[in-house]
Nanobody, 119 residues
């Protein structure tokens, strides 16, 4: 069993900053890929940023404002969000890809954390 818990959302004014965290715990060998997604009201979930074995990915809409990082020792991913805009509002989800056995990988999603950018 793997648990993924996201935290750090909240209400912030335009131009402000927030830092999201996403920690994995439970029974796994290691955490491979880590990613952040968001879903705005009435829209589909979209990829915001990811760290994979192939490198980092970041959406054009947040490039230069958001940074993804990870602490492998803590199985935790972070999303530093600066210069926030109202269009960044949504529920942010993290996804960890865990190595749970020989040649076995599974994706685990966090519960989502609300980010609201409003004056």
């Amino acid at each position: 069993q793997v648990q993924v818990v996201a935290s750090g959302g909240g209400l912030v004014q335009p131009g402000g900053s927030l830092r999201l965290s996403c920690a994995a715990s439970g029974r796994f060998i290691s955490i491979d890929d880590m990613g952040w997604y968001r879903q705005a009201p009435g829209k589909q979930r979209e990829l915001v940023a990811a760290i994979t074995s192939s490198g980092n990915t970041i959406a054009d809409s947040v490039k230069g404002r958001f940074t993804i990082s990870r602490d492998k020792s803590k199985n935790t991913a972070y999303l530093q969000m600066n210069s926030l805009k109202p269009e960044d509002t949504g529920v942010y989800y993290c996804k960890h890809t865990a190595i749970i056995g020989l040649f076995r990988r599974e994706d685990y999603w966090g519960q989502g954390t609300q980010v609201t950018v409003s004056s």
